[in-house]
């Protein structure tokens, strides 16, 4: 997070509220441009909504900047799927270099295979296209623009 007013970093608070600015001076000279031109200040405000987001991944970092109205269910779907298929072939790469380490137990090998060929089934449901979790797009929804009748009842 960064001051405001300077664009120094503020220190992490003790506190639950976040930290806006990183001293009693920054505080007041945003203050005073304030109310000396309020216009300006809400303009400054607006933009900066848009917040950088960072995306940890297997190969390094991610850096983008997400604008709240931007996000739609067909996006984050879209984010979310792929970023399963990394994790899972991730999970996989992890578990085949466990199996075949010297220094893995023999009693673990039977838990590890049993993981490897679960995550494997599951990398390949996620990118042929018939994950569990993609096919609750298709079910039925009530529709609740229909007003409630009690006569039903």
Do not use: W
Not at 18 to 46: G, H, I, L, T, W
Not at 67 to 73: D, I, K
Not at 126 to 144: H, N, Q, R, S, Y
């Amino acid at each position: 997070m960064k001051c405001k007013n300077c664009g120094k970093d503020l220190p992490r608070s003790k506190y639950s509220y976040r930290r806006q600015y990183c001293s009693d001076k920054c505080r007041v000279y945003a203050n005073r441009k304030k109310k000396k031109d309020p216009e300006a200040f809400a303009k400054q405000e607006k933009e900066d909504v848009r917040q950088p987001v960072v995306i940890e991944t297997s190969k390094g970092r991610v850096r983008t900047n997400v604008f709240p109205g931007e996000l739609t269910r067909q996006s984050f779907d879209r984010m979310y799927d792929a970023s399963l298929e990394e994790e899972l072939r991730f999970t996989r790469d992890i578990l085949h270099r466990a199996m075949e380490s010297p220094d893995t137990s023999p009693s673990a090998l039977a838990a590890l295979s049993r993981e490897l060929v679960a995550v494997t089934e599951r990398l390949e449901s996620v990118v042929a296209g018939d994950d569990p979790f993609t096919k609750l797009d298709g079910l039925e929804v009530e529709d609740e623009s229909t007003a409630f009748d009690a006569s039903s009842i």
